[in-house]
T-cell receptor, first 112, second 112 residues
Framework: QKEVEQNSGPLSVPEGAIASLNCTYS??????FFWYRQYSGKSPELIMS????GDKEDGRFTAQLNKASQYVSLLIRDSQPSDSATYLC????????????FGQGTELSVKP | EAGVVQSPRYKIIEKKQPVAFWCNPI?????LYWYLQNLGQGPELLIR????????DSQLPKDRFSAERLKGVDSTLKIQPAELGDSAVYLC??????????FGQGTRLTVV
């Protein structure tokens, strides 16, 4: 089992729709969770961080965390073509001394 | 505030040659990471520093890779000798805590 798992996609949604990206993690002691956006040929850009159970909203982005299910998700409302990118889930693992581990990324394509 | 700065942006070398990458983290960030990213994959941790101490280098191929972070600020990652399989993007990131990391532009290495 990978430490951080994401559906590799590609996920295709029409413009204006809600895109839902999912991530599961194996270390139950993990404490910090992040979503990064990576455009082709660019480096990852931090877009959301979440530390406690529940939802956290920032503009069109909502991160959701469920520690009991070891699950974190990212919702993008009113998706735009400019949201087309790879989204990386990252988990700061407590039981490995604070190692920041990334999933393989989910490619999102928003069609006009 | 300046972000994480890496150099060079691109490097092409012949196999068996040495190569070095440099990273200047965000001012005040005590944690520095070096990641390797292959095409279509998430970043994989090579080494993590807390100030000048390498606290996690379990994924660093120590027969050919070395890293240093003098005075707990700038860091250098070296490969000697380079192999064809080392072609990838090398990413540096820094954090002030809780794993919230910010990335530099990356160095794209091509070994021919």
């Amino acid at each position: 089992q990978k430490e951080v798992e994401q559906n590799s996609g590609p996920l295709s949604v029409p413009e204006g729709a809600i895109a839902s990206l999912n991530c599961t993690y194996s270390d139950r002691g993990s404490q910090s969770f992040f979503w990064y956006r990576q455009y082709s040929g660019k480096s990852p850009e931090l877009i959301m961080s979440i530390y406690s159970n529940g939802d956290k909203e920032d503009g069109r982005f909502t991160a959701q965390l469920n520690k009991a299910s070891q699950y974190v998700s990212l919702l993008i409302r009113d998706s735009q073509p400019s949201d087309s990118a790879t989204y990386l889930c990252a988990v700061n693992t407590y039981n490995q001394g604070g190692k920041l581990i990334f999933g393989q990324g989910t490619e999102l394509s928003v069609k006009p | 505030e300046a972000g994480v700065v890496q150099s060079p942006r691109y490097k092409i070398i012949e196999k068996k040659q040495p190569v070095a990458f440099w990273c200047n983290p965000i001012s005040g960030h005590n944690t520095l990471y070096w990641y390797l990213q292959n095409l279509g994959q998430g970043p994989e941790l090579l080494i993590r520093y807390e100030n000048e101490e390498a606290v996690d280098d379990s994924q660093l191929p120590k027969d050919r890779f070395s890293a240093e972070r003098l005075k707990g600020v700038d860091s250098t990652l070296k490969i000697q000798p380079a192999e064809l399989g080392d072609s990838a993007v090398y990413l540096c990131a820094s954090s002030s805590g809780r794993g919230k990391a910010f990335f530099g532009q990356g160095t794209r290495l091509t070994v021919v």
